[in-house]
Each structure stands twice: as structure tokens, then as C-alpha cells.
């Protein structure tokens, strides 16, 4: 009963608030339609190692204990994962798979025995054989330690999209999904056979498989919100409630025939949280080279979009796959946080340049809203209290 109620007015709270006249919308002096702000691009990474349509998707792992060694972690679905440190330097390369997306989450439970024993994980698709995988980081160094107790095989036709939950009741859980529409939600879990104690392993369990109308990549989970986020590719976002007994219930937030801003495909999302409540969903919409931004919280207000353009000798980005950002301050160059964006483009002729990522501060992408957008670089959701 319980369950039931907390759907009914889940879905009662978006359906009657974006009932009401589009022209609320946006807020009053927010972007309106083709009206797109322009940001400067403030960095670009080095290219990943392989040629053509290779770099997909970014996540940023915040060293909590040292900001200034965060490292930028992306995927090349040709062959591995990049690491790069925040100014955007290849620090080490791994051979891995064919990966596609690719998302973290912070103190991991690893023996079951020590609750004050975590890592910080990460998590990604591996096209080479439609599973997915789970590394730990090095709080130390940064590098990543295959901890999957085998190959976590999908079933899929293939593996494509890829994010991490992390539920208020304790419980890490990791969604993928594939070029026909399906996600699945596995269940990660320390193993508790001596066996692979002192390797600290993880194993994983399907306890969900749901759906959307047509091929999606793009997930990220709301946490705080217990909310999962899917982009269907060629017609919107679409919301479930993240736990896994909530079944396959679902709410399209967005709808690409209702924005002229937006142009499939719709494919990277993130979350910048301002505070627990506050915050926006990002989407990077591929079709005309834009960032969408969206209110958090339900009815999912669209604020307005932006474009990363060129700045100097670094060009802005086109058909971006993948993004990542933080709104938290990670040290002395990116005190206000941090927006990465795939460079869909590279040389076609030659073959010289390779896909990149490009590094833009979120607090300049802030300022250049009317009204500004939130900016709080002491607030990560990740961490129970606030850096000082």
C-alpha cells in the first residue's frame, strides 16, 4: 500500500504541475527559443588514444582528501579507459574493451566483516561482450583495480549506457542499458566468501528489467531523489523511481517535439547538485551541438541551453555523446566547479587529431544565464559534510 500511494503521488505531482500553460515553462528571463547562450571552452584534454568516433563519455572522481589530484576518467569505445588530471594531461591509459559509458560512486562497502573498509568505485559498459564492469580507485593514486568477481554478462544485444545508484537504504546498484530500449538494474555486493577476501571483491544480481520505447545510452541516478533519468535517443527523457521493487512504471519529463532547442539525439545526461534539494539535470543534445538545462525537481522546468564555442587555439564541441559536471569547487583550477563535454569532431581527412573531452568551468557557464544559474562549490552530494 505503501509503495503505492508514494507512486501515485509521484506521478500526480509532475502530471498536474505540466498541465498547467507551457509558457511557465521557463522562468522569467531565462533563455527562450534558438536562443542559445555561448560559453568559451576553458581547456581540452589530450585526444583518446584511437582514431575515428572513439571518446564517448566522462565522470569525474573527486579526491576528497587532495582536490587538486581529482582525476577525469573517460571512455574510448575502441579500446579502454583514459585517466586524465584536471588540466586535462593523459595520466594512464587502460585496455579494457570497447567501453561505452562509464559513472562513479563513493564509499563501497567492501567487507562485510569492516564497515569502515570502502572504495570508491567505477562502473562501465563493455561493448566487447555486452557485459559491464567494476573497478576501485587507488585513493591514493587515482588508478583503477578490476574488482568484479567475473564478467558481468548482460544478456543484451549489446551494452550501451551505463549508471550507478546508490540507494538511501545503503544499497549500490548498477543500471545498463542497450540499443533497443532495455535497462537492466543488477545489485552490487561484497562477497563474503573467504575465498576472495583479501582481494575484495564484488559480485552483481539482476533484480530489474524495465524499458522505454526505443534505443537509449544516456542514464544518471538521482540519489538523493531515489530517481533514475533515461534518454530515449530520438524523443525525450523519460524518469523511474530507482528502487528495484518499484517495477517498470515510468514518466517522459521531456519530449524533444516540445522544445525547437532540442534536436535528436539526445544523449549524455548529468546532474549538478547545488544542495539536497536544489540542482539541475543536463542533456546533451547531439542534434545541434547543445547543452539542455533542466530544474531538478518535478515538473523538470527547462531553464534554458547552451553551446561550448571556441576559445583561442581549442574549438567548442560538436555532436557530443557523453558529459559530466560538479557544481563542488575541486581546488585551485576549477574552484567553481566543472563541466566536461565528448568533442564529437576530429580530423577526417588525416586522422592526425583524435576525439577529446573539453573542460569548462561550471560557475562561468552559471554567470552566463539571466538569471544566473546556482553555483555552490562547498555542497557535494556525495560527501556528508561540506569541504572546507
Not at 566522462?58 to 586524465?84: C, F, H, P, Q, R
Not at 533497443?180 to 582481494?199: C, E, F, L, M, P
Not at 534518454?231 to 521493487?245: R, T
Not at 558529459?323 to 592526425?352: H, S
Request: a negative charge.
Amino acid at each position: 500500500m505503501l509503495k503505492s500511494i508514494k507512486l501515485f503521488l509521484y506521478l500526480l505531482s509532475i502530471i498536474i504541475i505540466s498541465s498547467c500553460d507551457s509558457s511557465t515553462s521557463q522562468r522569467k528571463g531565462a533563455t527562450t527559443e534558438y536562443d542559445f547562450v555561448k560559453v568559451s571552452v576553458d581547456r581540452e584534454t589530450d585526444p583518446v588514444p584511437n582514431s575515428g568516433d572513439a571518446a564517448d563519455d566522462a565522470a569525474i572522481w573527486i579526491n576528497n582528501e587532495d582536490l587538486d589530484n581529482s582525476v577525469i576518467y573517460g571512455t574510448d569505445k575502441k579500446g579502454g579507459i583514459i585517466a586524465y588530471n584536471l588540466h586535462g594531461k593523459l595520466i594512464k591509459y587502460y585496455p579494457v574493451g570497447d567501453i561505452n559509458n562509464i559513472d562513479i560512486r563513493y564509499d563501497f562497502p567492501i567487507d562485510p566483516e569492516n564497515p569502515e573498509d570502502k572504495y570508491d568505485i567505477v562502473g562501465v559498459s563493455n561493448s566487447s561482450d555486452k557485459s559491464f564492469m567494476i573497478f576501485r580507485i587507488n585513493k591514493a593514486t587515482g588508478k583503477l583495480y578490476d574488482i568484479g568477481v567475473r564478467s558481468f554478462a548482460t544478456g543484451m544485444e549489446d551494452t550501451y549506457g551505463f549508471a550507478f545508484y546508490k540507494s538511501p537504504t545503503g544499497n549500490f546498484y548498477a543500471f545498463v542499458s542497450d540499443k533497443q530500449g532495455q535497462v537492466q538494474q543488477w545489485i552490487i555486493t561484497a562477497i563474503k566468501d573467504n575465498h576472495y577476501r583479501s582481494d575484495k571483491k564484488v559480485d552483481a544480481k539482476l533484480v530489474r528489467s524495465f524499458s522505454v520505447p526505443s534505443k537509449c545510452e544516456g542514464m544518471v541516478a538521482d540519489d538523493l531523489r531515489a530517481v533514475l533519468f533515461v534518454a530515449e535517443e530520438k524523443h525525450g527523457i523519460w524518469s523511474f523511481l530507482a528502487e528495484p521493487e518499484e517495477g517498470s512504471e515510468s514518466v517522459q519529463i521531456f519530449d524533444i517535439e516540445s522544445n525547437p532547442n532540442l534536436e535528436m539525439e539526445i544523449e549524455g545526461l548529468t546532474i549538478i547538485y547545488t544542495s539536497p534539494a536544489d540542482g539541475y539535470l543536463v542533456a546533451s543534445s547531439q542534434g545541434n551541438s547543445s547543452y539542455a538545462v533542466f530544474e531538478r525537481q518535478p515538473p523538470y522546468k527547462y531553464i534554458g541551453s547552451f553551446k561550448l564555442v571556441d576559445s583561442g587555439h581549442i574549438n567548442g564541441t560538436m555532436s557530443t555523446d557523453g558529459i559530466a559536471g560538479t557544481a563542488f569547487g575541486l581546488g585551485a583550477k576549477w574552484p567553481e566547479g566543472l563541466f566536461i563535454a565528448q568533442d564529437g569532431t576530429y580530423n577526417k581527412e588525416n586522422k592526425k587529431e583524435n576525439q577529446n573531452f573539453k573542460l569548462v568551468s561550471w560557475g562561468k557557464i552559471a554567470r552566463k544565464f539571466n538569471p544566473n544559474l546556482l553555483m555552490s562549490p562547498t555542497y557535494n552530494q556525495f560527501f556528508t559534510e561540506e569541504s572546507e
